[in-house]
């Protein structure tokens, strides 16, 4: 893989992924970024192009996993990160939920069932799955 | 619970540092052990028993109210 860990660190307080905390991290951004700055600046943009971008994006979102995987953790570290990704989790799980269940209740009441987004239905359903999956391996291990 | 961490480690003359780095640890994970703040694993506490040359780990770590 290209980049390093060593380069990044989680992040904690602003988001999700890892943020640089060496100037090679820096520049390994940067280099991450110019490919898709410069495919998509100039138009117009051919067929080649977007080959061009996805593969630019698979090689990119690779080596974040990478990174992601590979950057240390503690003990400590891991239980805190659980925590505040179960109670992210909850907060997502319910606006997404109460967005639903508005879009339902608009949707009956002018007799409009299109107005209700699926892609609310489907991530709460396939984070269901995933969290059934999860226990269940879990479970198995330990 | 209840550490004497800092007292071993000061006994040895060793860094939060040098012990974080002895059993993998960040350094912050060290200071929230000496605060009392942080409950550790079994291994954890195996291995900071062990890196501050110490038997057993009740000498490290005290259970409070225990049953």
Known sequence: MIGKHEWFRRRKYTGWGFTPVTWQGW???AISILP???LTSFPPISQTRIVLIVIWALIVSCDFIDIMIHLPKDERDRIHEAIAER?????????LIVGAAYQTATGVMTQDISKIDPVILIAVVVGLVVKAVSNFYLDKKN | METRISYFRNKLSITQEQLAQAVGVTRQTIISLEQNRYNPSLLLAYKITKAL?????????????SI
Request: charged residues 10%; without cysteine; glycine residues 0%.
């Open chain 2, 53 to 65: 040359q110490q038997k057993n780990i009740e000498e490290v770590f005290i259970l409070q109210n």
């Open chain 1, 27 to 29: 520049i390994y951004v």
């Open chain 1, 87 to 95: 109670n992210a989790l909850w907060v997502i799980l319910a606006v």
């Open chain 1, 36 to 38: 898709l700055v410069l």
